[in-house]
Nanobody
Framework: QVQLVESGGGLVQAGGSLRLSCAVS????????MGWFRQAPGMEREFVAA????????YYADSVKGRFTISRDNAKNTLYLQMNSLKPEDTAVYSC??????????????????WGQGTQVTVSS
């Protein structure tokens, strides 16, 4: 059974930092491109960041470039998202995805198969 379990969300003031984790089990983590997506109330889910199974290849939404860093630890089957300089508009439920597809021009879409349940991030002004 495949499981993706996010943690690390919470309430933080604008300008603060949070580190999200996504623990993965039930699949060969090392061969999957992994992604983070977020959904704010009343909004569609949007891409945040992705990290390829190929070493050193990452993708970011323009809105988070320079503030967020995605990483993975294949030995621990865990995906991370370090979020710095948080803004109120970053408030959303953040979910991890296994099998994220990213095109050569950096457009990324979540695969339909494997999603975590999400973790709430709230940034106060």
């Amino acid at each position: 059974q495949v499981q993706l379990v996010e943690s690390g969300g919470g309430l933080v003031q604008a300008g603060g930092s949070l580190r999200l984790s996504c623990a993965v089990s039930g699949l060969d983590f090392s061969v999957y491109t992994m992604g983070w997506f977020r959904q704010a109330p009343g909004m569609e889910r949007e891409f945040v960041a992705a990290v390829s199974w190929k070493p050193g290849l990452t993708y970011y939404a323009d809105s988070v470039k320079g503030r967020f860093t995605i990483s993975r630890d294949n030995a621990k089957n865990t995906l991370y998202l370090q979020m710095n300089s948080l803004k109120p508009e970053d408030t959303a439920v953040y979910s991890c995805n296994a099998g994220t597809y990213c095109s050569d021009n950096g457009l990324c879409h979540g695969s339909p198969d494997y999603w975590g349940q999400g973790t709430q991030v709230t940034v106060s002004s």
